[in-house]
């Protein structure tokens, strides 16, 4: 059974880069044929998606945050990562890791890490 | 303001049948067959229940079912148990953005 786990600082400055990791148990990111994708929740607002990364090492990004974020995996440590750049507060949320669909990087997730809580302030 | 537009809230009594909406425009939800739901309990991980509309994964309820009319899809949860009391939040690919989600609906059983 496929489990992920978000870890990384849960405190950034404005302007300075928002990096996380998702490790990955139970099952490979380059060989299994899936997607894997990040999404954040503000405080009170809904889900979003941030990008997927594909088992060939292709990425896919919401456009409106296509400008600052990076996802990039290290597969011998069978982890996936967020960057985000230039973060503001507008960024804090908890940041979800979760596993997509083996035909796209814009459909369902699951399952789902935990999730981290992600705070950008001086 | 999220791109799909979902109740807020939404009630029910045990035993009953609720529907919670997911309302999109013809370049989500009317427009393509990839619309998912997920259940999640307060600080837990979200949980996918419902994918391309209709289908559910490999043991979820048979309680929890899909469905699409034009550019409104609905998630249906009957026999409601007090452990389904949770938010739900619906998602769609989308021509624009590419994948949008819902502001997320809190059931409550009363």
Known sequence: QVQLQESGPGLVKPSETLSLTCTVSGGSISSSIYYWGWIRQPPGKGLEWIGSLSYSGNTYYNPSLKSRVTISRDTSRNQFSLRLISVTAADTAIYYCARGPQDSPYNWFGPWGQGTLVTVSS | ???????????????QSITISCTGTTRDVGGYNYVSWYQRHPGKAPRLIIYDVTNRPSGVSSRFSGSKSGNTASLTISGLQAEDEADYYCSSFTSITTLVFGGGTKVTVL
Do not use: H
């Not at chain 2, 109740?7 to 035993?15: D, E, H, I």
């Open chain 2, 1 to 15: 303001q999220s791109a799909l537009t979902q109740p807020a809230s939404v009630s029910g009594s045990p035993g």
